[in-house]
Nanobody, 121 residues
Framework: QVQLTESGGGLVQPGGSLRLSCAAS????????MGWYRQTPGKGRELVAT???????NYADAVKARFTISRENAKNTMYLQMNLLKPEDTAVYYC???????????????WGQGTLITVSS
């Protein structure tokens, strides 16, 4: 099906920047909407941002004007540029990809393994 490779997490000081990447690979699939979600201990997974294949974006209010989601369809890769990071942005960030499987004849979704971002001085 589809495998996801996430990269770019780590430790950053408040006010700093990080860039996450999520590369999707698979055979006989068509990649649709891609998105980033995050989760902290004791809380459910929450939306950060999504982007459709045509480039339409949607952001959580908490990250608007600070985070930018983008994608390169030719590479099936999505990015999340995170600026002006705050301690409350500390979380495990998950990549999510919706895709059409020609093998199964239906839409499916897959999650990345998650990457930890820690914002601390």
């Amino acid at each position: 099906q589809v495998q996801l490779t996430e990269s770019g997490g780590g430790l950053v000081q408040p006010g700093g920047s990080l860039r996450l990447s999520c590369a999707a690979s698979g055979n006989s699939v068509s990649i649709g909407t891609m998105g980033w979600y995050r989760q902290t201990p004791g809380k459910g997974r929450e939306l950060v941002a999504t982007i459709t294949r045509l480039g339409r974006t949607n952001y959580a209010d908490a990250v608007k004007a600070r985070f930018t989601i983008s994608r390169e369809n030719a590479k099936n890769t999505m990015y999340l540029q995170m600026n002006l990071l705050k301690p409350e942005d500390t979380a495990v960030y998950y990549c999510n990809v919706n895709f059409w499987s020609a093998t199964d004849g239906r839409s499916l979704e897959v999650w990345g393994q998650g990457t930890l971002i820690t914002v601390s001085s």
